[in-house]
């Protein structure tokens, strides 16, 4: 336990230990471990902020037990976290809301490195060395903020559970200890559970009489009996096609594959769902195609096969009068007119994601440039649901010192504005603000606004993303070009009245080819430009301003595609441009051109 030893001895035993080293020191003032721990603290300063990263199932696990600790136990007065192994926190849940500011000001914020090199001696970092619990309080710090702070904390395995009090409060060592067995008893149970749901499912399959049967969790693969019999390279390409469609959530449905011996293979992919929906992996099934064709041939014309492509069509005598013929009340031709405008049409699809993620109550964050119309997209899908709803704009980009989210009737939108504009503490506080907020299901929607071309776990924001269901993007107004026309019409017409004022044929195909680098908010201040020096008429491209008539690179629809791929595995493997390089199946050096000519910005 902590020495009863005084603070002023502490304190002139630390300036003797500053100025001479441990030789300085009297015996038995300051205990040996903190002293040793002072040998290995660099000089204390502001804890750096690192980024919120997927900590797997230990931060899941310290999240749910610390939560209910917290609910269970209002009047503890202390706060309690996670430090993983790399000294940033990862966790934190406050009681006394006092301790909490004292905790932001030292900078034990998530995201934030705690370590010795940053703050000097803390009790994670002294029990992630001694490899037990141990207390540390007041004077012991060397830190100036954490002076105020008495810590206990218990290692488990990837990090450290800390229970901290104020200096004139007692902290028990006890409660780190039954926290930190919570939060291991927790993880285990957690993994026991996926592993067992995962089990059964692929029991199933095998029951059935599947041939081969591949399953896998966040950590681990297992493979059937049969499928261990493959060639290696085989074996590799069913355990990657259930990889890649885990990661890309293209699970569901039969799918052909190729396999690099020469064969063919229909496998069907199906996630495992527990009881409250949440995903613990997936399984392949599947089995070889006309295995007995093809063990048959020789390995020539099997090379020839897999290099020629497996699926070849039929031949024979095509019918040109087939569509003539065809009955318009089969819905035929209106299905083939959605799919092809769900193909060029980006923003009607993001749309219709949109509109069904809200219309099941799911928290959404949208994702794109800056002037797309996220905000006027979010209001007017929220009040064509929900009209008599209410909402509450909350402006991330200050401080958010009063910050007060009192939702009121059966609807209500809590509208996030420039979420990339959030600091860490900010982050910290509007967190604590939607916890109790996310746990209303079906009267909250929450809809963050992010400024970005992807999404970055590592900025401050990270922290907020375990309160969203889903991540919409916003294509800018340069992908968007067979909807210009109307969209610029539509501003002309909000902005000229019941002026008779139209835009003729050349301007739509100037307009058509800027590149629009400010989206929509550009194209308003274009047309107020319009508006103002010609009030009525059909305007001409004279009358636009010089800037529309710059030319700049746009994409092509299959540029556009590649680009969203490039980002889109960038995003999955956290900016490894290796790994991202491998997902898509192309040479780092191909990705390295398209990263540079589609203006990719960097995706930690």
Not at 21 to 27: F, H, N, T
Not at 188 to 213: K, T
Not at 566 to 585: D, Q, S, V, W
Request: proline share 6%; net charge neutral; aromatic share 4%.
């Amino acid at each position: 336990m902590l020495d009863v030893t005084s603070g002023r001895v502490l304190d002139a035993a630390r300036i003797r230990f500053r100025r001479g080293g441990r030789s300085a020191l009297p015996p038995g003032v300051v205990r040996e471990e903190i002293v040793a721990s002072w040998e290995r603290s660099g000089t204390p300063g502001d804890p750096p902020f690192v980024g919120h990263h997927d900590g797997g199932p230990l931060v899941a696990a310290a999240d749910s037990v610390l939560h209910r600790f917290v609910r269970e136990n209002p009047e503890a007065g202390c706060s309690v976290a996670l430090v993983g192994d790399d000294g940033v926190v990862r966790v934190r849940y406050d009681t006394d809301p006092a301790l909490g500011e004292l905790l932001d000001v030292a900078g034990f914020v998530p995201g934030h490195r705690c370590d010795e090199a940053s703050v000097g001696t803390t009790a994670a970092s002294v029990a992630a060395h001694l490899g037990r619990a141990v207390v540390v309080g007041g004077a012991e710090h060397l830190h100036p903020a954490w002076r105020v702070l008495r810590e206990a904390a218990a290692p488990v395995a990837g990090g450290q559970v800390v229970v901290v009090t104020h200096l004139d409060e007692p902290v028990s060592l006890a409660v780190a200890r039954l926290l930190a067995d919570a939060v291991a008893d927790h993880g285990e149970r957690d993994r026991r559970r996926r592993v067992l749901a995962v089990h059964d499912a692929m029991s199933a399959l095998r029951a059935e009489g599947v041939p081969w049967v591949v399953a896998a969790t966040g950590d681990e693969t297992w493979l059937g009996r049969e499928v261990t019999a493959l060639p290696d390279p085989d074996r590799q390409a069913l355990g990657d096609a259930l990889t890649t469609s885990v990661l890309l959530d293209e699970t569901g449905g039969p799918r052909h594959l190729d396999l690099p011996s020469g064969g063919c293979a229909e496998v069907d992919l199906r996630e495992v769902r527990g009881e409250d929906g949440e995903v613990f992996g997936a399984v392949l099934a599947g089995g070889p195609v006309a295995s007995h064709a093809v063990g048959r041939v020789g390995a020539a014309a099997r090379e020839a096969r897999r290099r020629q492509g497996s699926h070849v069509a039929p031949t024979g005598r095509r019918d040109f009068a087939a569509d003539l013929r065809r009955d318009p009340s089969s819905g035929t031709d209106e299905a083939r007119r959605r799919a092809t405008q769900e193909l060029f049409g980006p923003y009607e699809r993001m749309r219709r994601d949109a509109t069904a993620a809200l219309g099941h109550r799911r928290h959404l964050l949208l994702v794109g440039e800056t002037g797309v119309g996220k905000r006027t997209l979010a209001r007017e899908r929220f009040t064509h649901l929900f009209p008599r709803g209410t909402s509450t704009t909350v402006d991330c980009s200050g401080a958010l010192d009063d910050l007060r989210l009192d939702p009121g009737g059966d609807a209500h939108l809590v509208l996030l504005d420039q979420v990339h504009a959030l600091s860490p503490v900010a982050a910290r506080r509007l967190d604590e603000a939607l916890r109790p907020l996310t746990a209303m299901p079906g009267r909250v929607v929450v809809i963050g606004c992010l400024d970005s071309a992807a999404v970055d776990a590592g900025r401050p924001y990270g922290l907020l993303l375990r309160h969203f269901h889903d991540t919409v993007r916003v294509p800018a107004l340069r992908h968007r070009s067979d909807e210009l026309a109307g969209i610029a019409a539509a501003v002309l017409r909000s902005m000229s009245g019941a002026r008779s004022l139209r835009l003729s044929h050349q301007v739509v195909r100037v307009l058509e080819g800027y590149a629009w680098p400010g989206n929509i908010a550009e194209l308003e201040d274009v047309l107020r430009y319009v508006v103002a020096r010609k009030p009525v008429g059909i305007v001409q491209p004279p009358d636009l301003p010089a800037l529309c008539f710059t030319s700049a690179p746009r994409l092509t629809m299959l540029e556009t595609a590649q680009a969203d791929a490039i980002i889109h595995a960038l995003y999955e493997t956290r900016g490894n441009r290796y790994k991202a390089a491998a997902m898509l199946g192309i040479a780092r050096s191909s990705l390295y051109r398209k990263i540079d000519a589609f203006g990719i910005s960097y995706i930690a």
